[in-house]
């Protein structure tokens, strides 16, 4: 899956026993913050979760609906 702008998915620290949330299953994607270079989120796993990079080409609100409409 591609979504225009995005040039690069770093994966970060995984922590285990954490969770996004009661109704949060494996593979949930939560989007928290846009910084310097793209957009910092965690990711569900069935361990806990994991941080996640997203790098993009420029910082637009279009890339981050893209985003979270996805996941």
Do not use: N, W
Not at 33 to 58: D, H, L, P, W
Request: net charge positive; proline share 1%.
């Amino acid at each position: 899956m591609s979504i225009p702008g995005v040039t690069a998915v770093v994966i970060g620290r995984s922590y285990g026993g954490k969770s996004l949330g009661r109704d949060r299953a494996v593979g949930d994607f939560k989007l928290q913050a846009e910084v310097r270079g793209g957009f910092k989120g965690v990711m569900q796993t069935s361990k806990g979760i994991q941080e996640v990079f997203i790098q993009v080409a420029e910082h637009t609100e279009a890339v981050a609906r893209a985003i979270r409409d996805e996941f």
